[in-house]
């Protein structure tokens, strides 16, 4: 845990901070009271997240979009994401396999969908800390929804809070081939349900 010396009005003090917070206008870090109830980092997501949060693909990239404006820096929107990651269900450590892994990726992901037409759920995890974080925002959109929604909805969250400018092109890459993935497997659900109607 690393410890730094802040000065607080006429006060310093020792705190073992590991993340910065930022300032309400978003220009600077404030270091003397942690964030308020409508930070980002406050909010009502826990650890072993069940998807969907928002009712809507729409509400939950609207508010991804929101929660990631409030940073003033990558730096601390790289903290935010990792952040994220940490509270993605817990994956099966059986289905850690080739089987189930991500090609695509420079990470090591792997990826289980269950479900129908009607609802899709996914499963993942990574063993990199921002790649988790990824999942976390992906899963956020398309976890739990329908596939007609799956296959309607574009991810602009990732244009929305400048994603794609801020990773490497591998990072780029493995963020591409899990949307591919999910919309993929939202096609196939389709496809099968219409079979059966046939």
């Known amino acids: 845990m690393r410890v730094r010396y802040v000065r ?10 590991p993340l910065p917070y930022p300032s309400p206008d978003g220009r600077g870090e ?16 826990n650890v072993n997240t069940t998807f969907p949060i928002e009712p809507t693909p729409a509400e939950a990239q609207d ?18 994401l990792i952040d994220l990651g940490r509270k993605l269900p817990e ?31 996914f ?9 988790s974080g990824l999942i976390f925002l992906a899963l956020r959109v398309y976890s739990g929804r329908s596939a ?5 909805t574009d991810a602009r969250y990732i244009a929305d809070i400048g994603l794609a400018k801020h990773l490497s092109p591998t990072r780029n890459n493995g963020l591409a081939a899990l949307l591919a993935f999910i919309k993929a497997t939202a096609q196939d659900a389709l496809r099968a349900r219409a079979s059966r109607t046939h």
């Not at 499963?123 to 790649?131: F, K, Q, T």
């Open 8 to 17: 607080c009005g006429a006060n310093v003090a020792a705190t073992p901070d």
């Open 30 to 45: 404030s270091e003397c009271q942690p964030p308020g109830a409508d930070h980002p980092r406050q909010n009502n997501i």
């Open 63 to 80: 508010t991804i979009r929101d929660e990631f404006a409030f940073f003033g820096d990558w730096s601390e929107r790289y903290q935010y």
């Open 91 to 121: 994956f099966p450590d059986d289905r850690k396999n080739d089987t189930h892994r991500l090609l695509g990726c420079q990470s090591m992901v792997w990826i289980v969908a269950s479900g129908d037409a009607d609802r899709l759920d």
């Open 123 to 131: 499963a993942a995890a990574s063993d990199s800390a921002i790649v």
């Open 148 to 152: 007609e929604d799956i296959v309607a």
